[in-house]
């Protein structure tokens, strides 16, 4: 084991809240539980105002905080981010420099090979183009893209969908991308830490009504507008249900003034952020999410492991996270009387949620740290041509 131990850098531009910084913060607290010598090295969280530092100092994963390191592109502040990096790789000799997202990739790679460091990891939590942007705005962001490509040893996409997306853009060759997807913590999802009567009471809500709920970040990305559009068609449907949206975000506040502004404010309840996701889901009856573009969302997943059918909107690796008709269903993004028409069919069918149910967590129990550790340490041992070992 020691001939084989690996110094490894984990490189993010910001420890805002978000599903990529989650996975960093657990991916290394796996690998330091595996026996690597792993950080993160992390620029500050400024945006939105919600870190994920305490939580990944709660899991005692070492964290080095690079102050001009941002996600939003500054030449000056990228130039003093850049000299800063290539310092903390030259002190910490890194065997691996893994990059998270365009940013991560671009000033980590450029800082590794500066001090030798030939194994550097690309990995593509969702694509910074999609349909949804500005023509112009999306060809000079695969032109980026491109350029990056031969900065790094290899690609990881969280999703087929993912890796597909980049092939299609002529961003890197087949033989230069890995299909990593993203993991559960099965430990703590694996089954409601509370009863559901519980679970509502605490968050204000009546165990007698049904609710549905999401979890998620309040920006255009995730297209609450759409959700809070759903949810006012389906409360003319239902009237009795209760909405539970948790998170944070710049569209918060729009997101409130839109329900106000339809007349349904008083069916939801949305306390913000929280860290106690397990105990949120246990409240919920039918998971739904709207986003426009997404890399493999794993909240469908953590929703799934918990027993929750899901309604989702196709973008991205969406359909390998929710099996259409199995675990919950996909409708097409920008569609939110379909999203409607799913809730509703699933809130007056109670067999066919526990069925859902069961399923989706048969489905997520293929996602849990295990195998991602599996296969990041097998990448990890191919670029380093070290033998990955078996505990």
């Known amino acids: 084991m020691p ?19 989650g996975l960093l913060i657990q991916l290394t607290q796996q690998l330091v539980g595996a026996g690597h010598e792993a950080e993160i090295v992390a620029g500050p969280a400024t945006e939105a105002g919600v870190s994920m530092g305490p939580f990944a100092e709660s899991l005692g994963v070492p964290i080095h905080i690079v102050p001009s390191l941002h ?4 030449p000056l502040r990228d130039r003093q981010a850049l000299r800063e990096m290539t310092d903390v790789f ?57 350029q990056l490509k031969p900065t790094v040893s290899r690609i990881v996409a969280v999703s087929e969908a993912t890796r597909r997306e980049g092939l299609r853009r002529g961003i890197g060759r087949e033989e230069d991308y890995r299909v990593i997807f993203e993991a559960v913590d099965l430990d703590r999802f694996a ?40 949810v006012a068609q389906l409360l003319r449907r239902r009237p009795e249900v209760q909405v539970l949206l948790v998170g944070d975000g710049p569209l918060l506040e729009a997101t409130k003034a839109r329900a106000a502004g339809l007349g349904i404010a008083d069916a939801l309840t949305m306390p913000g952020a929280r860290w106690d996701i397990p105990e949120v889901l246990a409240a919920i009856d039918v998971f739904a999410l709207t986003s426009l573009w997404e ?42 009387e379909r999203v409607a028409e799913r809730l509703a069919h699933l ?3 109670e067999e066919l949620r526990r069925r859902m149910g069961r399923a989706g967590c048969a489905h997520a129990a293929r996602f849990g740290y295990d195998r991602l550790l599996a296969d990041v340490e097998s990448l990890y041992a191919e670029l380093t041509g070290r033998a990955r070992w078996s505990r």
């Open 90 to 146: 030259r002190r910490g000799r890194f065997d691996v420099v893994h990059g998270h997202g365009t940013k991560g990739c671009l000033l980590g790679s450029w800082a590794a090979r500066r001090v030798g460091t030939q194994a550097t990891i690309w990995h593509i939590h969702g694509w910074g183009f999609h349909d949804h942007s500005s023509g112009l705005a999306r060809a000079a962001q695969v032109w980026l893209h491109r």
């Open 295 to 336: 890399g493999f969302p794993i909240c469908y997943l953590e929703a799934s492991a918990m027993g929750l059918p899901v309604v989702g909107t196709e973008a991205g690796g969406a359909a390998e996270a929710v099996l259409d008709g199995r675990t919950g269903f996909i409708v097409p993004p920008r569609q939110p």
């Open 71 to 74: 996600r939003s592109p500054h």
């Open 347 to 349: 809130l007056a069918d």
């Open 3 to 21: 001939g084989n131990r690996l110094r490894i850098a984990q490189v993010i531009p910001s420890l805002s809240l978000g599903g990529a910084t």
């Open 191 to 230: 089954r409601p830490p509370l009863p559901r009567t519980e679970a509502c009471r605490r968050l204000g809500l009546d165990p007698t009504r049904p609710v549905v709920g999401s979890v998620t970040r309040f920006s255009e990305q995730k297209a609450p507008l759409d959700l809070i559009d759903a």
